[in-house]
Structures are given as structure tokens and as C-alpha cells.
């Protein structure tokens, strides 16, 4: 029955590729089908994903725009496609990466398999060590200027497996939903959100940035992660004419810099003389700059490190307000570290690679919270704030290992 299709694609790469979205979960698309309803009629459902995608009648419905709130204050539209779009999308993504993953630069680290956003900031961290300048490069609105007819240039070069290009095509050609329902076509960009579009961008930009610095300033060093770059430069003067150089080469390929966020920045630390108006830039979530350090030998010195940003501490102290610790009297403090230690534990995961010390600060509220927990939960401590943050330090000292943070410091709860 297969061999009848004019596409030959296999049943359990659908299966495969199904298994993956529902790791994954995600809301629903413009269906409003969620993966709990989707599996309701799960072997008719896979099985008209692959018949449709082997006999090439397979047409990508609208996706779903979600407009999500940005640290500067704007919005950043998300595209969330419908659960079965998603898995066919991750079909012609579980063939394409293994082909692209050969040829992609050793920098680029974003949503690539065995690279990392901390693999990508130590690196940047050494770098910044050898050389004094960096140029901060921010792309404008890049997943939504992303030129299809280069990106289907750049994919024709690397596969020409007809089905799987044909169903890039119409999905960078699918429309998008809006809230109330009416239709944006498009003919630039891919949306954020998709299973393919973080793998397309890696191959637009592999074009329009990484083998282009390759071919034209193989000195210079640089760390990508999807469209969030630095280059490392050893003057000012030479930052200077690749921001220049940068701008024209994303003119060629229809994309702009915005010159308002792109800086140069001077890794100023105790062995560099002179001064500059930049001394810091922001790369997933940590803030590069001059921090004190301690030697060895116990004396203290300068050193440009990252550290977790004011924006990414800003949003855990908002997402740690917005979990209402203090109202979940009903739940004893045992059951509130199993809630939430999986998430703190990621944070500290992450945010605790670099410059870990900088975080006590950031958890602090907590502390506070689980006190004020404490007033409302237990009648003896209620309006007694101070005694509420002794009793709490008492639970630190005797289980510092029940809440994630808390190994962190032995800071005081409401200090």
C-alpha cells in the first residue's frame, strides 16, 4: 500500500514524530484540538497525516498567533500550529536536521542537538577574556523577515527530496490566525513557534551569517544562538567596520540590522587600560560585565563575567509572586517544595553556571513568600512577621536540602 503513494514515507516516522510532539505537550492550534483530544481518535488521526503526507494532498492549516509580552515592553507574536501540523512538520524535521547537522558552523548553538545556550555562553565567557571588544548584533524582527525564496534556495542545496521541500514550501506560505479569526498571508518569515522554523532559521542565517563571517573575517570569533549573536574583535576600530560590513551583508539577504540595539562593548577588566561608554551586554540571559573575583591566592581582582541578567531575575521573581505560595495554606511546606523545587532546580541549573552567588539575591522573595506562607498558615505566627522569618530560618538550618534554593545560601528568610 505504501508503494502506491507517490511519497514514501514510512508509518512509524509519523508514530515517531507523534511521540515527540506529546513529550513536548503545547496548546492548541486554530482546531482548538488539544493532544488529550487529538489521541481520543489517535490511530485515524496518524493515519490521515500519513496519507495525506504521502500522497502530497497534505496542506498545513492557519496557525494560531499569540501575541506574549517582551522584557522592553512590546509583544512578540507567537505561532502555535495545530497538534497534527506539528507532527507532520517534525516528519520532514527528524530527515532534514541529520542532513544540515553536518554542515553547520561549531558556533551556532541554538535548538541544535548536543549544543547548548551554556555551551554557547562559556565560550563567549573565554573569548571575552582574549579579546577587548565584542559587537552585540540584534537582527530586526528576523523570524519575521526570514525570504522564502532564499530559504528554499538554501534547503534545495542540501536535499532534494521533493516531499520534504514541498512541504516547507506551503508552510512558510500558510497563513496566520488572528484572535479574531481573520487571516494574515504572508510572504516573508517563518512563524516562532513552529517544529520547523527553529531549524529553518538555523539554515538561513548558516547563509547569511556564519559561512559569510567564515569566508570574510575568519579571525574574528563568534557565538550564534538562532538570532542572538556576539563577535569577538580586538579593537574598536575593527568592531566598527564589521557592524558596517554586517549591515550590508543582511541588506543583501533582506535583513536588517537594528543599529539602535547592535553595540560595541568593552570587556573593560583589571588588565585593560582606557575607558569606553559600553561595558556590558546582555546573551541569553546573562549579563556580561566587569565583576569582582577572588584569586587563589585570596586577593581580589576584576574580571569581565557573566552573570544572570536584571531582565531573566526580573521575570523568576514575577513567576515566583505569580505561583501565590502565600494562599496555598492547604498545602503543607513539604508539599510546596515538591511543587515547585523541579522549576527552581532549573533555574539553578541554568542561571547558576556562571557567577552563581548572584542569584541569592534574586531567590530572596521566596524566602519572604514561604514566611508570609507561614502567618496565614500557622494561627501562632499570625501577625508576627519577624517571628514567622525565625521560625522559617529554623527550617532552613535544620533542612537546608528541602527547598532547591536553599543550597544556595544560608541567607536569612526575610532579610
Avoid at 488572528?178 to 520547523?196: A, N, Y
Avoid at 539602535?260 to 569606553?276: A, E, F, L, P
Amino acid at each position: 500500500m505504501d508503494k502506491a503513494k507517490p511519497f514514501c514515507i514510512s508509518k512509524w516516522e509519523v508514530w515517531e514524530a507523534y511521540k515527540r510532539i506529546k513529550a513536548n505537550q503545547g496548546a492548541a492550534g486554530v482546531d482548538g484540538q488539544s493532544i488529550a483530544k487529538f489521541e481520543e481518535g489517535l490511530k485515524d488521526n496518524l493515519f490521515k497525516i500519513w496519507n495525506r503526507m504521502s500522497s502530497g494532498s497534505y496542506f498545513p492549516p492557519p496557525v494560531r498567533r499569540v501575541d506574549i509580552p517582551k522584557d522592553n515592553g512590546g509583544m512578540r507574536p507567537l505561532g502555535i500550529p495545530t497538534v497534527a501540523d506539528r507532527i507532520a512538520q517534525t516528519v520532514v524535521k527528524r530527515f532534514l536536521e541529520p542532513i544540515l547537522e553536518g554542515y553547520f558552523h561549531p558556533d551556532s548553538y541554538g535548538y541544535r542537538p548536543k549544543k547548548s545556550a551554556i555551551e554557547a555562553i562559556g565560550v563567549a565567557g573565554q573569548r571575552c577574556w582574549r579579546y577587548d571588544w565584542v559587537l552585540d548584533l540584534d537582527i530586526k524582527g528576523f523570524f519575521d523577515s526570514i525570504d522564502h525564496e532564499l530559504l528554499l534556495r538554501a534547503a534545495r542545496k542540501h536535499t532534494d527530496c521533493k516531499w520534504v521541500l514541498l512541504y516547507i514550501e506551503r508552510w512558510l506560505e500558510a497563513p496566520v490566525q488572528l484572535e479574531d479569526g481573520s487571516l494574515i498571508h504572508r510572504d516573508r518569515g517563518t512563524p516562532q513557534g513552529g517544529v520547523i522554523s527553529p531549524l529553518l532559521a538555523n539554515l538561513f542565517l548558516h547563509y547569511a551569517f556564519d559561512m559569510w563571517m567564515q569566508r570574510q573575517y575568519p579571525q574574528i570569533p563568534f557565538e550564534r544562538y538562532a538570532d542572538d549573536g556576539i563577535c569577538h574583535c580586538r579593537s574598536k576600530a575593527e568592531a566598527e567596520g564589521l557592524r558596517e560590513a554586517i549591515e550590508r551583508r543582511f541588506a543583501e539577504c533582506r535583513l536588517e540590522l537594528n543599529l539602535r540595539k547592535t553595540k560595541i562593548v568593552y570587556c573593560k577588566d583589571s588588565n585593560r587600560r582606557g575607558d569606553y561608554p559600553e561595558q556590558k551586554f546582555d546573551f541569553l540571559g546573562y549579563t556580561f560585565r566587569p565583576r569582582r573575583a577572588k584569586e587563589r591566592s585570596g586577593e581580589f581582582f576584576v574580571s569581565f563575567i557573566p552573570a544572570i541578567s536584571d531582565k531573566a531575575a526580573k521575570s523568576l521573581r514575577e513567576t515566583m509572586r505569580r505561583w501565590q505560595i502565600h494562599r496555598r495554606t492547604d498545602k503543607s511546606l513539604d508539599d510546596l517544595a515538591r511543587m515547585f523545587n523541579p522549576v527552581l532546580r532549573g533555574w539553578i541549573n541554568y542561571y547558576g553556571s556562571f557567577y552563581r552567588s548572584a542569584l541569592y539575591r534574586t531567590f530572596q522573595p521566596l524566602n519572604n513568600i514561604l514566611a508570609q506562607w507561614a502567618t496565614r498558615k500557622y494561627k501562632r505566627l499570625r501577625g508576627h512577621k519577624r517571628r514567622a522569618c525565625l521560625w522559617l530560618q529554623c527550617i532552613v538550618q535544620r533542612q537546608p536540602r528541602l527547598f532547591a534554593h536553599w543550597q544556595l545560601s544560608q541567607v536569612k528568610a526575610g532579610q
